[in-house]
Protein backbone atom coordinates (compact mmCIF):
# COMPACT_ATOMS: atom_id res chain seq x y z
CA UNK A 1 0.00 0.00 0.00
CA UNK A 2 1.30 3.31 -1.04
CA UNK A 3 1.16 5.83 1.58
CA UNK A 4 3.19 9.13 2.21
CA UNK A 5 3.33 10.96 5.94
CA UNK A 6 4.82 14.65 5.93
CA UNK A 7 6.00 16.39 8.99
CA UNK A 8 7.85 19.18 9.77
CA UNK A 9 5.51 22.02 9.74
CA UNK A 10 5.21 24.54 12.28
CA UNK A 11 4.82 27.95 13.25
CA UNK A 12 8.09 30.09 12.39
CA UNK A 13 8.63 34.13 12.41
CA UNK A 14 9.66 35.43 9.03
CA UNK A 15 12.54 34.89 7.49
CA UNK A 16 12.86 31.82 9.60
CA UNK A 17 13.34 28.00 8.20
CA UNK A 18 11.88 24.69 8.27
CA UNK A 19 12.46 21.51 6.69
CA UNK A 20 9.46 19.16 5.97
CA UNK A 21 9.61 15.68 5.22
CA UNK A 22 7.94 13.02 3.21
CA UNK A 23 8.35 9.40 3.69
CA UNK A 24 7.25 7.15 1.94
CA UNK A 25 6.11 3.28 2.75
CA UNK A 26 5.04 0.71 0.51
CA UNK A 27 7.19 1.71 -2.59
CA UNK A 28 10.64 3.03 -3.43
CA UNK A 29 10.38 7.05 -4.03
CA UNK A 30 13.25 7.58 -5.83
CA UNK A 31 11.15 5.63 -8.69
CA UNK A 32 8.85 8.00 -8.32
CA UNK A 33 7.92 11.97 -9.05
CA UNK A 34 7.80 13.63 -5.93
CA UNK A 35 5.70 16.92 -6.15
CA UNK A 36 5.39 19.31 -2.50
CA UNK A 37 2.17 21.46 -3.04
CA UNK A 38 0.50 24.31 -1.08
CA UNK A 39 -3.14 24.98 0.08
CA UNK A 40 -3.84 28.63 1.67
CA UNK A 41 -7.44 28.97 2.86
CA UNK A 42 -9.33 29.88 0.33
CA UNK A 43 -6.86 29.10 -2.84
CA UNK A 44 -6.20 26.25 -4.75
CA UNK A 45 -3.72 23.93 -4.39
CA UNK A 46 -0.30 25.36 -6.25
CA UNK A 47 2.62 22.96 -7.06
CA UNK A 48 5.40 24.89 -5.15
CA UNK A 49 8.46 22.30 -6.27
CA UNK A 50 9.08 18.70 -7.66
CA UNK A 51 12.03 16.40 -8.18
CA UNK A 52 11.99 14.01 -11.20
CA UNK A 53 11.78 10.20 -11.44
CA UNK A 54 13.67 9.74 -14.18
CA UNK A 55 17.13 11.96 -13.38
CA UNK A 56 16.59 13.67 -10.51
CA UNK A 57 15.83 17.32 -12.05
CA UNK A 58 14.38 19.40 -9.95
CA UNK A 59 11.47 22.58 -10.39
CA UNK A 60 10.50 25.14 -8.38
CA UNK A 61 7.51 27.84 -8.33
CA UNK A 62 8.90 31.68 -9.30
CA UNK A 63 7.39 32.02 -5.41
CA UNK A 64 9.53 29.78 -4.03
CA UNK A 65 12.43 29.93 -6.11
CA UNK A 66 16.14 30.62 -4.19
CA UNK A 67 14.35 30.50 -1.10
CA UNK A 68 13.27 26.22 -1.25
CA UNK A 69 15.58 23.21 -1.85
CA UNK A 70 13.94 20.07 -2.58
CA UNK A 71 15.92 16.86 -1.87
CA UNK A 72 15.78 13.08 -1.91
CA UNK A 73 17.11 10.57 0.45
CA UNK A 74 17.06 7.32 -1.06
CA UNK A 75 18.50 5.35 2.06
CA UNK A 76 15.44 6.29 4.02
CA UNK A 77 13.05 6.57 1.67
CA UNK A 78 12.27 10.31 2.43
CA UNK A 79 12.14 13.48 0.50
CA UNK A 80 12.77 17.18 1.79
CA UNK A 81 11.86 19.90 1.30
CA UNK A 82 13.69 22.72 3.18
CA UNK A 83 12.35 26.34 3.32
CA UNK A 84 14.36 29.38 4.16
CA UNK A 85 13.61 33.12 4.40
CA UNK A 86 9.61 32.13 5.20
CA UNK A 87 7.34 34.93 4.25
CA UNK A 88 3.59 34.69 5.50
CA UNK A 89 2.06 34.53 2.24
CA UNK A 90 4.34 30.87 2.56
CA UNK A 91 1.26 29.88 5.39
CA UNK A 92 -0.52 27.39 4.09
CA UNK A 93 -0.97 22.99 4.71
CA UNK A 94 2.17 21.69 2.65
CA UNK A 95 1.56 18.16 0.85
CA UNK A 96 3.68 15.87 -0.66
CA UNK A 97 2.52 13.47 -3.78
CA UNK A 98 4.10 11.08 -6.09
CA UNK A 99 3.74 10.09 -9.33
CA UNK A 100 5.66 7.51 -11.32
CA UNK A 101 6.26 9.92 -14.44
CA UNK A 102 5.39 13.58 -14.87
CA UNK A 103 5.88 15.52 -18.10
CA UNK A 104 8.27 18.39 -16.99
CA UNK A 105 6.00 20.97 -17.95
CA UNK A 106 2.84 19.67 -16.23
CA UNK A 107 4.40 19.12 -12.32
CA UNK A 108 2.39 21.76 -10.85
CA UNK A 109 -0.92 20.46 -11.80
CA UNK A 110 -1.68 18.34 -8.83
CA UNK A 111 -4.22 15.97 -11.48
CA UNK A 112 -1.03 14.79 -12.20
CA UNK A 113 -0.03 12.91 -8.99
CA UNK A 114 -2.16 10.05 -7.84
CA UNK A 115 -1.08 9.27 -4.00
CA UNK A 116 -0.97 11.90 -1.63
CA UNK A 117 -0.25 12.88 2.56
CA UNK A 118 -2.40 14.03 4.70
CA UNK A 119 -0.41 17.38 4.63
CA UNK A 120 1.77 19.88 7.65
CA UNK A 121 0.54 23.29 8.57
CA UNK A 122 3.14 25.89 7.86
CA UNK A 123 2.05 29.11 9.53
CA UNK A 124 4.62 32.13 9.03
CA UNK A 125 4.16 34.80 11.66
CA UNK A 126 5.38 37.79 13.94
Known amino acids: QVQLVESGGGLVQPGESLRLSCAAS????????IGWFRQAPGKEREGVSC????????YYADSVKGRFTISRDNAKNTVYLQMTSLKPEDTAVYYC???????????????????WGQGTQVTVSS
Open 26 to 33: GFTLDDYS
Open 51 to 58: ISSEDGTT
Open 97 to 115: AAAPWVVPGLWVKAVNFGS
